[in-house]
């Protein structure tokens, strides 16, 4: 049941959101997350098939930060985190077997109404003092006294009412490029050719960058029980090929991104692609609008109005990292609590 008044209402369940009402609950705040997705984590969010799982966002991340180095410690105990040796980037962190889990841990404490989509929010300029009123669709109004608001900056900007202008500016000047993400299953029996003498396949992921393709990781699992391993694909297309589809419905080019990654495959001998069945189990495709910040917001602009009790947050005013998306959610919890 929805409290009649919040004390802070987060805007997005991704890791600036997270981030924001773990901080707050932490000040004994209550605290409500409004996001119009189906699950929590943004770019670390896990779709999940019965045979198959994919972390169709980002794939790995690093650590620099106390606070998040602490969280991401105490999931390497709890083994939803694993540690992965990247070739160019060195020890990153990785989801074990996906993000789900440690997404899971970290939004336990926190009150999130998934699936809704905020409309409008709304506070007479010249009475600060009252509560926001923040529409959702199909949901009755809920009100609160403070509000973050952690979605990409485009979608920040459309939101904020129209006499916050320096925080309107602050929106307007960050930068993204897209990403179309093509998510790919395979089923495939244990004996088939594709393993003898090649068993170690199982238990390492398959990183692929090439042409088309600026990123890729295929992931095997299997089961003894129905004699067949599983082959969960996750294909990131380059920003070049990502800007130039993003309009365009993602089934159009998900079998030719597919295709391209079993040619890069067989071309560099890494297991053989010709026994892979012809009719693939599972072939979706996802588009990330606002997938990487290629420019933040400058560091001189407003990120907080304390008179009218409003801040943003998100990785487009810190950097494009996951851990820069959990400084800036702590931050802009930070600067709307009582100062002592």
């Known amino acids: 049941m929805l409290k009649h008044i919040y004390d802070f209402v987060v805007i997005g369940s991704g890791i600036s959101g997270i981030s924001a009402a773990n901080t707050l609950i932490k000040n004994k705040k209550q605290v409500l997350i409004l996001d119009k997705a189906r699950n929590s984590g943004g770019r670390l969010s896990t779709r999940f098939h019965p045979k198959f799982s994919f972390d169709h966002g980002a794939q790995f991340f690093t650590t620099k930060d ?12 709890t083994k939803d985190i694993a540690i992965f040796d990247h070739p160019e980037k060195g020890t990153v962190y990785m989801g074990n077997p996906v993000f789900r889990p440690f997404i899971s841990k970290l939004t336990g404490p926190l009150e999130i109404m998934q699936n809704a989509l905020v409309t409008h929010i709304q506070k007479p300029e010249d009475r600060p003092d009252e509560h926001w009123s923040i529409s959702i669709a199909d949901v009755p109004a809920v009100f609160s006294k403070n509000i973050i608001l952690t979605m990409p900056a485009t979608q920040a900007n459309v939101l904020l009412p129209s006499y916050l202008k320096k925080l309107k500016h602050t929106t307007s000047q960050a930068i993204y490029e897209p990403c179309i993400s093509i998510l790919a299953g395979v089923e495939v029996p244990l004996s088939s050719s594709i393993f003898p003498g090649n068993t170690k396949l199982l238990d390492k992921p398959i990183l692929l960058q090439k042409g088309n393709i600026s990123w890729s990781i295929a992931k095997w699992s299997c089961s003894n029980e129905n004699n067949t391993a599983y082959l969960s694909v996750v294909i990131h297309s380059t920003p070049e090929f990502s800007s130039k589809h993003i309009e365009q419905d993602v089934i159009n080019f998900s079998n030719c991104l597919w295709e391209e990654w079993k040619s890069h495959i067989k071309t560099d001998d890494i297991f053989k692609v010709s026994a892979l069945p012809k009719n693939i189990s599972y072939l979706k495709g996802h588009k990330w609008r606002y997938a990487r910040v290629t420019k933040t917001a400058d560091q001189k602009c ?39």
Do not use: C, Y
């Not at 009218?308 to 930070?334: K, M, Q, T, Y």
């Open 66 to 77: 106390k606070e998040f180095s602490q969280i991401v410690q105490k999931a390497l105990q």
């Open 302 to 340: 407003e990120r907080t109005n304390q008179k009218h009790s409003i801040a943003v947050a998100g990785d487009w005013l810190e950097g494009p990292r996951i851990e820069s998306a959990w400084i800036s959610g702590r931050n802009a919890a930070i600067s709307l609590l009582p100062q002592d």
